[in-house]
């Protein structure tokens, strides 16, 4: 869809510089081309990679790549205590009421 659109408004400017300019067409098309062809790479390249790195962009021009970082760490924490009481929980639900009666019982101090 994204080819679509970079192709159709190639073939836009195309026209438009040949119409406007005195040039040979071929070295205005090979101009538009040379300008599209950047696009269509950008276009092909993944989505994710192309977020992160406008993504990196803006940080760095707001001055706020550290704050991502340690937002990116405070999640990392955030995970591992979920997994962490995630497993807790799993254990409770196999240990049987009983083993925790008899765990309690067993503890209890005698005089």
């Known amino acids: 869809m994204i080819l679509v ?4 408004e190639l073939s ?4 438009n510089q040949i119409l406007a300019s005195k040039k040979p067409s071929l070295i205005i098309i090979k101009q ?3 300008h599209y062809k950047k696009q269509i790479a950008r276009a092909g390249a993944p989505v994710r990679r192309k977020r992160k790195l406008a993504d990196v962009e ?3 021009l707001q ?3 550290t704050k991502t970082h340690e937002t990116r760490s405070k999640n990392t ?6 997994t962490l009481t995630e497993r807790m929980d799993e254990n409770l639900e196999h240990t049987s009421i009983q083993e925790l009666d008899s765990n309690t019982l ?3 101090p005698t005089n």
Do not use: D, Q
């Open 77 to 82: 924490a955030r995970k591992a205590a979920t």
């Open 58 to 60: 803006i940080e760095n």
């Open 106 to 108: 067993n503890t209890t």
């Open 63 to 65: 001055g706020k790549r």
């Open 5 to 8: 659109v970079i192709l159709s």
């Open 32 to 34: 538009c081309l040379e």
């Open 12 to 15: 836009v400017t195309i026209e």
